[in-house]
T-cell receptor
Framework: NAGVTQTPKFQVLKTGQSMTLQCAQD?????MYWYRQDPGMGLRLIYY???????DKGEVPNGYNVSRLNKREFSLRLESAAPSQTSVYFC?????????????FGDGTRLSIL | AQSVTQLGSHVSVSEGALVLLRCNYS??????LFWYVQYPNQGLQLLLK??????LVKGINGFEAEFKKSETSFHLTKPSAHMSDAAEYFC????????????????FGKGTHLIIQP
């Protein structure tokens, strides 16, 4: 009963390096999301995919790209990492697009940019 | 646009005492509201959700929340705190934003860290 799986769990990068964060869900959910969590800021939406084949920007998309590889997988890419992108990144999924759909979260990727 | 305000970044209660975590929302459309809990080094776990069926919502681990439209509030309560309740709690609202259509993503409050004193 894995739910939402994120890899890696921890990563340290140097400024300017690139990296892809992986996310997979096994609940047959249609919608997937990427958030970042910073101290005292709550979670902020980076990108989301309402359904397979579609992606849209959230509140803080600058410096990131995403790929909805298939229904299960949704990756987040940092093309040129910056110290301001040091954060904990969470992937989430929901059964469908909709106001009342709860989201299920992975355990996060802790990313440090030096 | 939706927004959520959680009053108190840290709340400390004694074991066995009432837990009250405050959440106020702003929404131009009827909101759907959620409470999530985050234990250290883990993701967020859904505690409960309000989707207009009933104003008093019961969740897991003995928590409940009451939706009060007149006060735009959705406070989380638990009658008797347990040491295992120590965690970060987030209130979130779902609704249209960014693209102007569809309910994609949640808007979170900044979180309340609940401390349980023995």
């Amino acid at each position: 009963n894995a739910g939402v799986t994120q890899t890696p769990k921890f990563q340290v990068l140097k400024t300017g390096q690139s990296m892809t964060l992986q996310c997979a869900q096994d609940m047959n959910h249609n919608s997937m999301y990427w958030y970042r969590q910073d101290p005292g800021m709550g979670l902020r939406l980076i990108y989301y995919s309402a359904s397979e084949g579609t992606t849209d920007k959230g509140e803080v998309p600058n410096g990131y790209n995403v790929s909805r590889l298939n229904k299960r997988e949704f990756s987040l890419r940092l093309e040129s990492a910056a110290p301001s992108q040091t954060s904990v990144y969470f992937c989430a999924s929901s059964e469908a697009r909709g106001y009342n759909q709860p989201q299920h979260f992975g355990d996060g990727t802790r990313l440090s940019i030096l | 646009a939706q927004s959520v305000t959680q009053l108190g970044s840290h709340v400390s209660v004694s074991e066995g005492a009432l837990v009250l975590l405050r959440c106020n929302y702003s929404s131009s459309v009827p909101p759907y509201l959620f409470w999530y809990v985050q234990y250290p080094n883990q993701g967020l776990q859904l505690l409960l959700k309000y989707t207009s069926a009933a104003t008093l919502v019961k969740g897991i681990n003995g928590f409940e929340a009451e939706f009060k439209k007149s006060e735009t509030s959705f406070h989380l309560t638990k009658p008797s705190a347990h040491m295992s309740d120590a965690a970060e709690y987030f209130c979130a609202v779902s609704g249209t934003f960014y693209s102007g259509g569809g309910a994609d993503g949640l808007t979170f409050g900044k979180g309340t860290h609940l401390i349980i004193q023995p």
